[in-house]
């Protein structure tokens, strides 16, 4: 058996982040990156049948980013963050081009603030954005120029 966390949308039987219930109560669960209305849910290890929800709201993090306005191409920048710091999220340092979903030079959030990421080769607008490990999905972002 196990407990998770989906959008209360998420049809029955399937699941997202979760935690086995054979690790005891309380436990703890990783929450999913989207926000709104959600779900709680206890599952079944056979047939992944709900036996008990609760509906809950999913708020988004609370994050922020500090670096300086201008930085020489290729030069290490460093980073003051505040955030969620889940297991696998990072912040990198793009042309502002970059699809969001994409990276560059990065830096994990577990490696504290401030932290350093180099600065794209390219003069140029660029972003420095914090990117959830879950998916790749950017939280937030700051404009940062790049100088020759």
Known sequence: DYITIVADSVSDGQYGNYTNTTTGSPLKLLVPIMSGDAELRYMTGQGNKVLVRRPIKVVAAHITLAAVESAA?????????????????????????TPDGQYGDYSVT????????????????????????QGGNVLARIPIKIVP
């Not at 030069?75 to 999220?89: F, H, L, Q």
């Not at 577990?110 to 490990?133: C, D, F, H």
């Open 73 to 97: 191409a290729g030069s290490e920048i460093s980073i003051t963050w505040t955030g969620p710091n889940n297991p696998g999220d990072y912040i990198t340092v793009v042309p502002m081009s």
């Open 110 to 133: 577990a490696n504290g603030s401030p932290l350093k990421v180099k600065a794209p080769k390219n003069p140029g607008g660029a972003e420095v954005r914090y990117m959830t490990g």
